[in-house]
């Protein structure tokens, strides 16, 4: 109910991360989002997976800042513990209705999986221990402090009417570019914001991991608020945009879907 929303402070920060592990190539990518009263703007970057640039870079770009929320792009337990299983939150987005239109994510039991919930925890852990995270406020917390998972393309994924899922390496890329262009990302963003203008270009933001960092520190403004959908259960819930957000070939989907 929106009465049950929680007010943003007139200024602040959260945090979105897309969560890598090579050790050679920059296939992280981390955003701070920040806020005033006139205007919202973000800081980016894209970095290896080797511990102490990781580690470096969370540092770096936090800048010191309580994080009112902070979204991981991979699986993860409150207690960071090993998932190793196909969990409820995977098996609804896998659904056909959805599958069909927006990719889905994968198995937190298959090798992929294992590795992204490894290196999940890792970020959580080091996010953790740097003490800049809010404690959590909303309804579906998996942890005392507000870090929480989020899935990049299927929240873009829903928020369109016509979506075509192209080649895998393609799909989230081709649903940010569009949402920007019909300016849907921002109007999400000044929902959670209202009065503020845009600080930079979102078109400006062109790397494939940025980008996904980017969408979810935008998935933690509405965690930060608790104005979301979500499923899952205790082995982790994603969030996803607020119901007014999502397209309406998905609405009837979504009907029974918990939220904020």
């Known amino acids: 109910m929106a009465a049950d929303r929680l ?16 050790l050679k190539s920059a296939s992280s990518g981390i955003c701070r989002l920040d806020w005033d009263g006139q205007s919202i703007g973000w800081t980016l970057q894209h ?16 800048d010191g800042r309580r994080l009112l929320a902070v979204g991981l792009d991979g699986p993860f337990r409150g207690d960071l513990a090993v998932i190793d299983r196909y969990r409820q939150a ?13 990719s889905q994510p994968g198995s937190s039991r298959s090798p992929v999986g294992r590795l992204l919930n490894h290196h999940t925890n890792a970020f959580a852990g080091l996010l953790i221990a740097d003490g800049l995270t ?7 917390a998996v942890h005392e402090l507000a870090l ?21 390496q393609q799909r ?18 000044t929902h959670h914001l209202p ?7 979102l078109a400006n933001v062109r790397n494939h991991d940025e980008r996904a960092a980017l969408v979810c520190a935008i998935t933690a403004l509405g965690v930060a608020r608790a104005d979301y959908l979500t499923v899952g259960d205790a082995d982790g819930w ?17 009907a029974d879907w918990n939220h904020g």
Not at 90 to 102: C, D, F, G, N, P
Not at 148 to 167: H, I, Q, R
Not at 177 to 183: K, M
């Open 195 to 201: 009065g503020r203008r845009l600080a930079g270009d």
């Open 7 to 22: 007010m943003l402070p007139e200024t602040g920060s959260v945090l979105g991360i897309d969560v890598g592990w090579s």
């Open 134 to 140: 809010a404690r959590a406020s909303h309804r579906h």
């Open 47 to 62: 970095f290896s997976g080797d511990p102490d640039i990781r580690r470096a870079t969370i540092s770096a770009v936090s």
């Open 238 to 254: 994603i969030m996803l945009p607020p119901r007014a957000f999502i397209a309406s070939w998905a609405q009837p989907i979504v």
């Open 172 to 189: 989230s890329d081709r649903y940010f570019i569009a949402l920007v262009a019909n300016g849907g990302l921002e109007r999400l963003l």
């Open 90 to 102: 995977e098996r609804v987005l896998s659904q056909r209705a959805i599958a069909s239109r927006v």
């Open 148 to 168: 929480f998972e989020a899935f990049p393309t299927s929240f873009l994924g829903l928020m369109l009417e016509d979506v075509e899922k192209g080649e895998r």
